[in-house]
Nanobody, 122 residues
Framework: QLQLVESGGGLVQPGGSLRLSCTAS????????VAWFRQAPGKGREGVSC????????SYLLSAQDRITPDRDSAKNTVYLQMNSLTSEDTAVYYC???????????????WGQGTQVTVSS
């Protein structure tokens, strides 16, 4: 059974960077596409990006596609989300989720991590 654990969140100043990790156990993460979602206080969960099994990815946040990008490390069974030039609007709980094919619909995913908090504040 695939299990996902996110890490790497925290408090960062505006303009700073964070690198989130989504580490899998119980299965080979290379067999899955992995999406990142985020949920800000009082808002619904929105798609950030999804990286396919071959490494290509799609950005769902068009306004942030140049500064928030995923990548994956097969040796570590981990997918990352590199976030640069962070603003207060990026404050949210970030989740990773896995399925065979990418989808921006949260209801399509059966495997979720517990989330990691990202707070952008001075």
């Amino acid at each position: 059974q695939l299990q996902l654990v996110e890490s790497g969140g925290g408090l960062v100043q505006p303009g700073g960077s964070l690198r989130l990790s989504c580490t899998a156990s119980g299965a080979n993460l290379d067999d899955y596409s992995v999406a990142w979602f985020r949920q800000a206080p009082g808002k619904g969960r929105e798609g950030v990006s999804c990286i396919r099994r071959g490494g290509l990815y799609t950005s769902y946040l068009l306004s942030a596609q140049d500064r928030i990008t995923p990548d994956r490390d097969s040796a570590k069974n981990t997918v990352y989300l590199q976030m640069n030039s962070l603003t207060s609007e990026d404050t949210a709980v970030y989740y990773c989720a896995a399925r065979l094919y990418c989808s921006r619909n949260v209801n399509d995913y059966d495997h979720w991590g517990q989330g990691t908090q990202v707070t952008v504040s001075s």
